[in-house]
């Protein structure tokens, strides 16, 4: 699975930006599917994820702003960011787990996309 995430860029607070990450391969493949965030100095951290095509998890910084969508006939993903706050700065990265099938190892393989930068202005 391949993963391109676009659309960050520099945005005042309070305003909207629109990621798009693009997959490929095997996609069909994929049980989990979200995007991640990595501030400058600070861990990557979950912002969504959507879980076997039917859970979607938020993290409380993004609740009631954010929202996620896929668009599976084009291999899309989106995230959809609203009310933006400087805090949401930093490099999002979309992710994409698959079943490894292992007996003996781990239970999904990993896929990131590259990142792309947001950043927003106080």
């Known amino acids: 699975v391949q993963l391109q995430a676009s659309g960050g860029g520099l945005v005042q607070a309070g305003g909207s930006l629109r990621l798009s990450c693009a997959s490929s391969g095997s996609t069909y493949l994929i049980n989990s599917i979200g995007w991640y965030r990595q501030a400058p100095g600070s861990q990557r951290e979950l912002v969504v994820e959507?879980?076997?095509?039917?859970?979607?998890d938020y993290a409380d910084s993004a609740k009631g702003r954010f929202t996620i969508s896929r668009d599976n006939s084009r291999n899309r993903m989106y995230l959809q960011m609203n009310n933006l706050k400087p805090t949401d700065t930093g490099l999002y990265y979309c992710?994409?787990?698959?079943?490894?099938?292992?007996?003996?190892?781990?239970?999904?393989?990993?896929?990131w996309g590259q990142g792309t930068l947001v950043t927003v202005s106080s």
């Open positions: 959507i879980k076997d095509g039917v859970r979607i």
């Open positions: 992710h994409a787990t698959t079943p490894s099938n292992l007996r003996n190892g781990p239970r999904d393989f990993h896929y």
